[in-house]
């Protein structure tokens, strides 16, 4: 029976299991719009074409399944482009939908007309427009595989207005499930040579692709080798971090030691993700040693310095292969005090402590929520069960440092560094997994840059609990501009409203359908009771945490 080219890309999407699209309408694809309406995938309607991006981003990265989004040509192109941006320096599987002026309008200067390859190829793995109605189905199945394939990344579909409402008798492609890329015995024999070898070998683990229980797996066997195992930059969620391997994370906010321990490593085996600039402070560190990269990028995407042997792999068959091995012949004649050392010195790091008493005296009377004590509150009431969702800034380090990860799947952040994503994220992630507490951690400069996303959690009954850090300033920005330009602050101050208000003025608004929680909190010791009372709400909850503009991150070192 004939059906659109619209309702024949919904019907693929379906096929696939696909269970959500996140999606600001748009007349140039009504007709796919109009599929969705009696099909069983959800339709999450979004307020801003980036926090759409963000959302389908964070539902990739938790689930594995490439994120889906919808926008509409021209300017919501372009407010999506940052979630593109993100997936593809990320690596994280996404598609977006964008609709297209009609064909005959092409060329013409005609109402939002923009050349879809030309601001996307790029970003983007691939960049597809279905000017035929009958291969509608094969290049969105085609779109799903390319986007999940090798380097996991960002394909942009175009959709012509005119083109979707064409009737066709295409069937609904069957997607076929790639074969796993299984290491070779050879392989796996020169690794474990490798690493007997070695006196002071580590695990760098990071990427999307750990939402199964491989992390758990990889980091008892590393521990039983006695080898430590370190973590990417906003990936640390690969490892459990009540592991006798879990020796710290790379990048932004990092121990002092866990880079020491990075460049003093005589072998490093990348594992999902590459030796890149923030790993490497800047490509400064972690380049003498003796190099194993495991991932399915042929290219080496993103990998800098030296590749003494490439394994095409997933996180999963490598943990897989790597965990039949006799863990006692990688092991050679260490002992566990390396391994020991770098877990210990991870510890201290990451122990509570009150931003206060790494403070000078003179400094000790700064106003506000030292927020040392309020993060040691929330990790131990979140207790490493909860998804974190992160923008970008400082406010972010505070969570970084001391919250807990103990399950998979349970944190998505910019790893480009974008603003905007922690709203956006923990509302996908709430969708995504109802029965866990999603938490967004972010600065005020962040919120306001996608925190119009609250409304979609009303709208489709998400319950995130979202921390906004209010200094009044880029406050990223300021620690540069006090390095560079002391006492010349410039451009970086910001007035803000009461966010908590905000939350609270969806209560009893039609189409909300659930109460919102807001605290305003000015002092420590207000935090934890209105932590638990956010807890407690039923619906989407915020706090809103004021601090000095003059708290900046906690010290790298661990001993303070």
Not at 78 to 98: C, E, G, K, R, Y
Not at 213 to 218: I, P, Q
Not at 225 to 244: E, T
Not at 510 to 520: C, I, V
Request: glycine share 10%; net charge negative; aromatic share 6%.
């Amino acid at each position: 029976m004939p059906r659109s080219a619209g309702h024949l890309i919904v019907d693929t999407l379906d096929s696939a299991g696909i269970e959500r699209v996140y999606a600001v309408p748009g007349e140039s694809y009504l007709d796919v719009l109009d599929g969705l309406y009696d099909s069983p995938i959800e339709t999450v309607v979004c307020r801003q074409e980036g926090g759409a991006g963000f959302m389908a981003l964070a539902e990739s990265r938790l689930t594995g399944r490439p994120g889906i989004a919808m926008v509409t040509r021209g300017p919501g192109a372009a407010n999506a482009m940052i979630s593109i941006h993100t997936a593809w320096q990320d690596a994280t599987a996404l598609v977006l939908f964008v609709g297209l002026v009609p064909t005959a309008d092409r060329e013409r200067g005609s109402f939002q007309e923009f050349s879809l390859p030309e601001w996307f190829s790029s970003t983007a793995k691939r960049v597809i427009t279905i000017d035929d109605e009958h291969h509608a189905g094969e290049l969105t199945a085609e779109a799903l595989r390319i986007a999940a394939a090798g380097r996991p990344g960002p394909v942009v579909v175009g959709l012509p207005e005119d083109v979707l409402v064409r009737l066709t008798e295409a069937p609904t492609p069957r997607i076929a499930e790639a074969a796993p890329t299984i290491p070779a015995s050879a392989e796996l024999e020169s690794l474990t040579a490798r690493i007997a070898d070695a006196s002071r070998p580590a695990f760098v683990l990071g990427g999307d692709g750990w939402q199964t229980g491989c992390r758990a797996d990889l980091a008892r066997f590393a521990a039983s080798a006695g080898i430590p195992v370190l973590c990417d930059w906003r990936a640390y969620d690969a490892v459990p971090h009540g592991s006798r391997a879990w020796a710290g994370w790379l990048g932004y906010g990092r121990a002092d030691a866990v880079a020491r321990g990075f460049a003093e490593a005589d072998l490093l085996v990348f594992v999902g993700c590459t030796r890149s600039d923030v790993a490497s402070d800047g490509y400064s560190i972690g380049f003498d040693a003796e190099t194993v990269l495991v991932s399915l990028d042929t290219e080496a995407t993103q990998h800098a310095g030296r590749i003494d042997q490439h394994i095409l792999a997933s996180p999963r068959t490598f943990t897989e292969a790597l965990t039949s091995l006799d863990a006692d012949a990688l092991r050679g004649g260490r002992s566990d005090g390396w391994m020991e050392e770098r877990v210990a010195a991870q510890a201290r790091f990451a122990a509570h402590r009150p931003d206060a008493e790494a403070q000078p005296p003179a400094e000790r009377t700064r106003t506000g929520v030292d927020l040392g004590v309020a993060f040691g509150i929330l990790d131990d009431r979140l207790g490493g069960e909860a998804i974190l969702t992160y923008g970008a800034g400082n406010a972010t380090i505070w969570g970084h440092r001391f919250i807990r990860h103990q399950r998979p799947a349970s944190l998505v952040g910019a790893r480009n560094g974008a603003m905007g994503l922690a709203v956006p994220g923990a509302v996908a992630a709430s969708l995504t997994f109802p029965d866990r507490r999603a938490v967004a951690i972010c600065g005020d400069g962040d919120f306001l840059m996608n925190g119009q996303e609250i409304a979609t959690a009303f709208a489709h009954g998400a319950t995130p609990l979202i921390i906004v850090i209010d200094n009044g300033v880029y406050g990223t920005i300021v620690s540069h501009q006090e390095n560079h330009y002391p006492g010349r602050p410039s451009g970086t101050r910001m007035v803000n409203p009461d966010f908590a208000s905000w939350v609270r003025a969806f209560n009893g608004q039609d189409g909300a359908g659930m109460s919102g929680h807001g605290e305003r909190v000015e002092a420590t010791d207000d935090f934890a009771p209105a932590l638990e009372r956010a807890l407690a709400a039923g619906g989407p909850a915020l706090i809103h945490v004021l601090i000095d503009p003059a708290t900046m991150p906690p010290a790298a070192d661990e001993t303070t």
